[in-house]
C-alpha cells in the first residue's frame, strides 16, 4: 500500500473547498475525511456532489492532489458521480 499523497493537515485545512476531476470540472466539495484506524493515515475523502451536495460519495486520497483553488483527483466527474451514495443502504 502506498502512502497518502495529502497529509490530514492539509485535508482537515481543505474542508469546505472544491474537489475537481482530471478534466478540470468542479466534482464537489469536501465534506469529511475518514481515516485508516491502522496507520491514521487519510484513505477517503467523503464529498457532497449534485444539487446543493445532496449525494455523499468516497473518493480515495491516493492519488489526490492540492490546488490553490482546491483537490483534484485522479477521476472523472461521470466516474465520481456514477458511484453510489453513501448514505443509501
Do not use: C, N
Not at 485535508?11 to 475537481?20: A, D, F, I, N
Not at 445532496?54 to 490553490?68: N, Q
Request: charged content about 30%.
Amino acid at each position: 500500500m502506498s502512502e497518502a499523497t495529502l497529509t490530514m493537515d492539509e485535508l482537515m485545512s481543505g474542508r469546505g473547498r472544491p474537489v475537481y476531476s482530471t478534466d478540470g470540472e468542479k466534482i464537489g466539495s469536501i465534506e469529511e475525511i475518514y481515516v485508516d484506524d491502522q496507520t491514521s493515515e487519510p484513505e477517503w475523502i467523503g464529498l457532497g456532489t449534485g444539487f446543493f451536495g445532496t449525494k455523499r460519495v468516497f473518493v480515495p486520497v491516493e492519488g489526490a492532489a492540492m490546488r490553490e483553488d482546491g483537490v483534484l483527483v485522479p477521476y472523472s466527474k461521470d466516474h465520481v458521480k456514477d458511484t453510489p451514495d453513501i448514505d443509501d443502504d
